[in-house]
């Protein structure tokens, strides 16, 4: 008898879980929110972790043929008027098989969702998940046009707002953390034009700007800053006359070497306010288990996010696979030992990217000198940061896949 899995969620997680089930030859089907899929935001950093994931499906080439791979990234001091250094990022696909790449976040949700239905997997929208019911060694979800969904398990793959997140374990209190980010695309300036792809990082005095191209002729931006009054925790794009004020604010701060003209270049401007939420020490209860940001929402400085969701997804799938019957007892073996494995992983990657995001704001002249002499005792990157990062990548496994 087949295995039928509930996925909550089509951003991301949720396609990439949906397949690799499918895969593996369980029933699956998804249910997402929205009307359709995702239109906001900007990019995504994917590192080795995605690709081996997605390689699995056969999707790992053709998804680096959307995307943008970095060759090289370059770190100045606007408190100095000092690059501080440069790496190497190509020396990532050497080591590790697979590059570091940037994704514009709407094509890469559009790419997943159109790899999963020509996958045959079966995906519904407008389905708002009100409730979760457990009985009899079923999981019925519950959605807010009074339909319902019966399967085996459900997997909450509802990001940052998680539904399933909330009925299981309660709305919990977050906290501002007094930041918000600040984005847009713009053509390339002739300053920042180069044969290598580059991302540039410029940290300022209590604020932080990154530039890097996604395309031959196209980069993204993004400006970290402090503001005391709560912002949005969503993708917002601003109006013409908010990104008009917001523009010309931030090309006063003294943004050189091509901040300036990106900003000025931006063809749409988007804002988003960063909060912090505590991590939870488990992530299922009974059938039903969290996965990606429904479990461990981080800040974006590190970019990781989207990363340790696919480690999520590989553990799982093995896990489950693993598992053989779907009973009360296996899930729970399951779950367990997926918790196990995640969770001391996903609470170095928050941690270092709640750091860096500090770091990213560091204010006044001597903080800043001791921040920016770090960078360049480094050769252009914090040490520490590295190490995390380094240790991060080589997951979710070394050699052959076990699904």
């Known amino acids: 008898m087949s295995k039928s899995v509930i996925i909550i969620g089509c951003g991301i997680a949720g396609p990439v879980l949906a397949m690799l089930l499918k895969h593996k030859g369980f029933d699956v089907v998804i249910y997402e929110r929205q009307s359709e899929i995702q239109q906001s935001g900007l990019t995504l950093g994917l590192s080795p972790q995605t690709f081996k994931v997605l390689n699995i499906l056969g999707l790992a080439e053709p998804l680096l043929k959307e995307c943008q791979a970095l060759d090289e990234g370059v770190t100045y001091s606007q408190v100095r008027k000092q690059e501080l250094g440069r790496i190497d990022v190509s020396r990532m696909r050497r080591g590790f098989g697979w590059p570091l790449v940037l994704a514009v976040r709407t094509r890469y949700c559009q790419f997943l969702y159109e790899s999963a239905k020509e996958r045959g997997v079966e995906i519904h929208f407008k389905k708002r998940c009100v409730d979760v ?83 031959s002729d196209q980069m993204v931006w993004v400006t970290t800053i402090p503001q005391p009054t709560e912002a949005r925790e969503d993708w917002r794009r601003l109006s013409l006359e908010e990104a008009h004020e917001m523009v010309k604010g931030l090309q006063a701060a003294s943004w050189e070497n091509g901040p300036k003209q990106l900003i000025a270049g931006a063809t749409g401007v988007t804002k988003y306010g960063l909060y912090e939420r505590p991590i939870l020490d488990i992530w299922h209860k009974g059938r039903v288990v969290l996965l990606g940001d429904a479990a461990h929402p981080t800040s974006p400085h590190i970019g990781q996010g989207a990363n340790q969701a696919m480690e999520d997804c590989y553990h799982l799938v093995r896990l ?18 997926y918790e196990s494995i995640r969770i001391p992983i996903v609470r170095k990657s928050v941690a270092q990217a709640k750091k860096e995001g500090e770091r990213r704001v560091t204010v006044g002249k001597e903080a800043c000198d001791a921040r920016d002499e770090a960078i360049l005792a480094g050769g252009g990157h914090d040490p520490e940061r590295m190490k995390v990062q380094m240790e991060l990548i080589m997951g979710p496994f070394v050699g052959e896949s076990e699904i």
Not at 147 to 157: K, R
Not at 158 to 179: N, P, Q, W
Request: glycine share 12%; with cysteine.
């Open 133 to 215: 019911l457990q009985e009899d060694e079923r999981v019925t979800a519950v959605f807010e046009d009074g339909t319902e969904a019966e399967g085996d398990l459900l997997v909450g793959c509802d990001g940052l707002h998680s539904a399933v997140r909330d009925i299981l374990f309660g709305k919990e209190e977050v906290t501002y953390m007094g930041l918000v980010q600040i984005g847009g695309f713009s053509p390339t300036p002739e300053v920042l034009k180069s044969d290598k792809a580059t991302m540039r990082q410029f940290f300022g005095d209590g604020a932080h700007f990154m530039g890097a191209p996604v395309s």
């Open 320 to 337: 489950l696979c693993k598992a053989g019957p779907f009973t009360d007892t296996s899930l729970e073996t399951a779950f367990t030992e």
